[in-house]
């Protein structure tokens, strides 16, 4: 069985862990058919900081398939020290709004140095992957395309007459989305191709799976780049989401403040209305049941808190069982 996924950073990740666990867990028998998990990452906003290339959302599924993420932060390296961020702010070197470890800075030397020498975002990322031991799991992590793409936040300049762009890490981190988004462009957005093997990914899944991942800048991201959505809705897998909202407020980050420059209601419902031209079924909390949806769309409620790995796979395991029910009900 194939499972393609298309995921953001924490949530997505801890999403995939759950996965893992819950086909580890639920596997029949050793004779089953072998199962592979591919994961579309955003990488809308990817940044450079201090010469190098970050990568946060693929970063985040590294570390965390990976067993080495920073499980209070839900990104970085578990245990890891920050002497070189220390060592810059004593030299003045800006920015400091966005903290680096040591070892993490480790994978963006890495990256960038491959990068420069010529290797893809692709070719990168598989490197990574090896090293965190994702293909023993049975995973294969893409970037959504190899071509450089960052997301900006259009904001008030300040005076009340103009705007101003800045990019989407700093409007996130050091602004905590608190200054209000008047709209979200990506550079590079509109020139980019799928990287090798996404399209590939979702045209032969069983199952496509959209986990509970910010529908505006990460998977709305994935979706943006030419081709995926369209891949999206001539597959013949079931397409099977997880809403990031309960109750209309987002379980972390800010994506009640990337909905409403969208006009799109800040609930299950509206985020599910953003993928209606695709979406075959929908896990929200039971709170969020009664709501309506689209019509074309399997609506299953449960609690959609992911507390620790065993209620991620819970959840995950849920998702993947009605994207196979909905497969079976298809001639």
Request: glycine share 14%.
């Amino acid at each position: 069985m194939q499972i393609t996924a298309l995921s953001g950073g924490v949530g997505g990740a801890r999403f995939l862990r759950g996965l893992l666990r819950a086909l580890d867990t639920h596997r029949a028998s050793p004779t089953d058919d072998e199962v592979t998990v591919t994961v579309i990452g955003n990488t809308g906003d990817d940044i450079t900081l201090f010469g190098l290339r970050v990568c946060p959302d693929l970063d985040s599924v590294l570390y965390t398939l990976g067993g080495g993420v920073d499980e209070d932060q839900g990104w970085g390296r578990d245990g890891d020290t920050r002497a070189v961020m220390e060592e810059l702010a004593a030299l003045g070197v800006q920015p400091q709004w966005f903290g680096l470890g040591d070892r993490d800075l480790g994978t963006h030397v890495a990256r960038s140095l491959w990068l420069g020498q010529g290797a893809t975002l692709s070719e990168v990322t598989a490197r990574l992957a090896a090293r965190w031991g994702l293909p023993e799991q049975g995973v294969r992590l893409l970037p959504v395309t190899d071509a450089p793409i960052e997301t900006h936040v259009v904001v008030d300049d300040g005076d009340g007459d103009g705007e101003r762009a800045v990019h989407f890490q700093e409007w996130w981190v050091r602004l905590g989305a608190a200054v209000e988004a008047r709209r979200f462009t990506v550079a590079g957005l509109q020139s980019a191709v799928p990287a090798p093997g996404v399209l590939e990914a979702i045209r032969a899944a069983d199952v496509v799976l959209l986990p509970p991942s910010n529908p505006v800048v990460s998977i709305g991201i994935v979706l943006g780049v030419p081709g995926v959505r369209d891949a999206l809705r001539g597959t013949r897998a079931p397409v099977v989401g997880v809403s990031p909202l309960i109750g209309g407020r987002p379980v972390r980050g800010h994506a009640d403040a990337c909905l409403a420059p969208l006009g799109v209601e800040v609930s299950a419902a509206g985020v599910a209305g953003l993928y209606a031209d695709f979406l075959d079924g929908w896990l929200v909390d039971e709170a969020d049941v009664g709501a309506a949806y689209p019509s074309s769309t399997t609506v299953r409620g449960l609690d959609l808190l992911m507390r620790d790995v065993d209620g991620a796979a819970r959840i995950a395991r849920a998702a993947l069982d009605l994207g196979l029910e909905l497969a079976g009900d298809r001639p």
